[in-house]
């Protein structure tokens, strides 16, 4: 197998992180490739330890997101102010103002292109 050209952050396997489910998949928060960082896994109101920050308050899992979001740029050797694209999920279009709000104030200045989506549920 040849060397990865890439760094995975935060790798994880489903089996140990969701031990009430029978997956077994391998998974990372972030990868970097080359001077790219790609924070695909869904950042939600959860911390790194798997705790569930602001039950109930979209403003405050929006609020948790960034912070992952901010830390997993940050140990890639990156920052917010690199950001070019974000995408958004919300499950009830009555989040959307708390939740842009909140990303709005961490991406000050920044001016990424967006997407927002509503849907019905999240994986």
């Excluded at 939600?44 to 830390?71: C, H, S, W, Y």
Aim: proline share 4%.
């Amino acid at each position: 197998m040849s060397q990865p050209t890439h760094t995975r952050i935060r790798m994880f396997n489903k089996k140990d992180t969701y031990p009430n489910q029978s997956l077994d998949n391998d998974l990372c928060q972030a990868v970097r490739a080359g001077n790219t960082v790609y924070v695909v896994r869904g950042q939600i109101g959860t911390d790194f330890d798997g705790n569930l920050v602001g039950l109930g308050d979209p403003r405050a899992q929006a609020e948790q997101a960034m912070k992952n979001v901010k830390q997993l740029l940050e140990e890639a050797g990156s920052d917010l102010s690199h950001i070019v694209k974000t995408t958004t999920y919300l499950t009830d279009v009555r989040f959307r103002e708390p939740v842009y709000r909140e990303v709005g104030k961490w991406l000050k200045g920044v001016f990424p292109i967006s997407t927002g989506l509503t849907v019905v549920s999240l994986g």
